[in-house]
């Protein structure tokens, strides 16, 4: 059987048996460079079963991270948000991580590794899966990178992995400070640029209709048609627009010099078929 560790900060829950916690109390010893190992935490560990959370099903991901967060091992290691408390005040400072098309079955939300000691910068990361089998999926891919994690973290000299990319339905990357104080809040999942052709054609309608882009096209009577037309490039959810409900972002390039390209932005509302933000954008392609 598979041993794993972890860290995690509750919500207002005494110490379960099905609860993994680091154990950093093991002392430390001097490396071979002349510098202070990090304490460890045990490599030999029966995995226990999935605490289910009380969220249960959920169309927004802040209920689970309010259930549960988890601290990458070097931040445990500073004892950062490590407080009672502490997911309940960060899952209340988000802005609303709202499903797409699919209520949530769960999610694993973990305060990562910036990889600097002392830590300037961290990063929330949110992980919403539909459901259980790719939740189950998820909780595999984690316990399989903090194994990764714990072969490696030995000394503070010593560079560890963090836990990037993890399987996901969704996948959020949000600025988060060592005292908790929320930043950025961004989408990460590589589907977010695969737009279904209906949705792209209904988009692409809305600006085309719209009195922003009828003046845009008007005042660029010079601009090159190898520029192409409008294009709906992805997927924007709420955190990022503070708008109500998913958007969908089409372009309208203006100029490209080979290395970078600007136009304007609009977000497309497709439930209810309007134009909710008209900005500009900048692209360097390689």
């Known amino acids: 059987m598979r041993s794993s560790a972890r860290s995690t900060v509750r919500r207002r829950r005494s110490p379960s048996p099905d609860t993994l916690t680091l154990d950093w109390s093991q002392s430390a010893s001097s490396s071979r460079h002349g510098g202070d190992a990090l304490p460890s935490a045990p490599r030999s560990r029966t995995r226990h079963p999935r605490v289910l959370s009380d969220a249960k099903v959920s169309s ?72 259980e089998d790719t939740l189950d999926a998820g909780h595999e891919a984690f316990d ?9 973290d030995k000394y503070p000299e010593f560079d560890v992995p963090d836990f990037d990319g993890l399987a996901a339905d969704e996948a959020y990357e949000i600025e988060l ?25 209904s988009a692409v309608t809305l600006v085309q209709g719209s009195d922003e882009y009828q003046k845009l096209v008007a005042s660029s009577p010079s601009r090159p048609t190898y520029l192409g037309d409008l294009e709906a490039v992805s997927w924007t959810p709420p955190c990022e627009t503070d708008h ?43």
């Open 60 to 131: 927004d991901l802040r209920p689970f991270v309010a259930e549960e967060i988890r601290l990458h091992p070097r931040v445990a290691y500073q004892g950062l948000l490590s407080e009672e408390g502490a997911a309940t005040r960060v899952a209340a400072a988000l802005p609303p991580l709202q499903r797409f098309r699919h209520d949530y079955a769960g999610a694993i939300s973990i305060v990562d590794w910036d990889h600097r000691l002392p830590s300037s910068n961290l990063v929330l990361r949110v992980y919403g899966y539909y459901g």
């Open 144 to 152: 399989d990178r903090l194994e990764q994690i714990a072969e490696r």
């Open 177 to 201: 400070s060592p005292t908790g104080q929320i930043g950025r809040c961004r989408l990460t999942s590589a589907w977010r640029r695969t737009v279904a052709s209906r949705d792209a054609t």
């Open 244 to 286: 109500l409900r998913w958007t969908l972002d089409v372009w309208y390039l203006l100029a490209f010099d080979g290395r970078i390209g600007s136009g304007r932005s609009f977000l497309a509302d497709l439930e209810t078929k309007q134009i909710v933000s008209v900005r500009d954008f900048s692209v360097r392609t390689g």
